[in-house]
């Protein structure tokens, strides 16, 4: 069941295209003389390949997954060296600029902000550093440690419990429809950022909050009451 539209106590944050840019990793894919194009590919294989994993029971790292479909998108040959060479872009994706007003509208409400990710949490911290951002967030979490990859009911609740927040007082914020659809059946408040997608699907359930923008998301969550409509 939906969580009522309440203020959010603590705020998680997707962070891959909802807070990293992967348009970083575009010259790395064109590095390899491959067309820049296949890099949407890519990360909509590694995501499938993922949840179709913990569908199954149990998922490998972010990756360990994301090297086997870089080499189903961009040549099942390529070597060691140029997956790393694609990977290790990760750690220094930079980050959209809608994201550092967000996060200081949270903490001048007094609202903690979490990273929830399914790839590596350090990896992803250390892009949200070089983006002057990481200080903002109380921490940066992966279900990874679940060996699964979002959206299962499971991994919101482990994020809850991980921030010691109900889930009906706990927000994710996304720009996947997908994993916004994942947070508010699985009990939580849903902030979706229209950014990536334009609009939200039909097919999935309704966000709390919906903007165009991250910092409009945050600004529609602190306006929700604070305690639900009788």
């Known amino acids: 069941m939906s969580a009522p539209a309440r203020r959010p106590q603590v705020v998680l944050f997707d962070l891959f295209e909802t807070c990293l ?3 970083g990793l575009r010259p790395r894919i064109e590095a390899l003389g491959r067309p820049g194009h296949e890099l949407e590919l890519f990360f909509a ?8 994993m913990t569908l199954a029971g149990e998922a490998p790292p972010f990756a360990t997954v994301a090297a086997d479909m870089l080499r189903r998108t961009c040549g099942r ?8 060479s694609v990977l290790d872009g990760f750690r220094e994706l930079p980050v959209h600029p809608d994201v550092a007003p967000a996060l200081q509208r949270l903490a001048e409400a007094g609202v903690p902000a979490y990273g929830f990710t399914h790839g590596s949490a350090e990896v992803a911290g250390a892009a949200l550093e070089a983006g002057g ?4 967030f109380t ?3 992966s279900c990874a440690e679940l060996k699964m990859f979002k959206p299962p009911a499971r991994v919101y609740h482990w994020a809850c419990e991980r921030t010691a927040t ?3 007082r706990t927000a994710l914020v996304a720009v996947h429809s997908w994993d916004v659809h994942g947070a508010v059946s699985a009990g939580l408040v849903g902030g979706f950022c229209e950014r990536l997608e334009g609009r939200i699907p039909d097919a999935v359930a309704r966000p ?3 903007a165009p923008a991250l910092d409009d998301v945050v600004e529609g969550l602190l306006a929700l009451p604070e305690e639900p409509a009788p």
Not at 77 to 84: E, S
């Open 21 to 23: 840019q992967l348009e």
């Open 166 to 168: 109900p889930p009906a």
């Open 77 to 84: 040959d390529l070597t060691d060296d140029q997956v790393a």
């Open 133 to 136: 951002v990481r200080d903002r």
């Open 139 to 141: 921490d940066v979490m």
């Open 45 to 52: 294989r590694l995501l499938h390949q993922g949840m179709a």
């Open 208 to 210: 709390h909050v919906t």
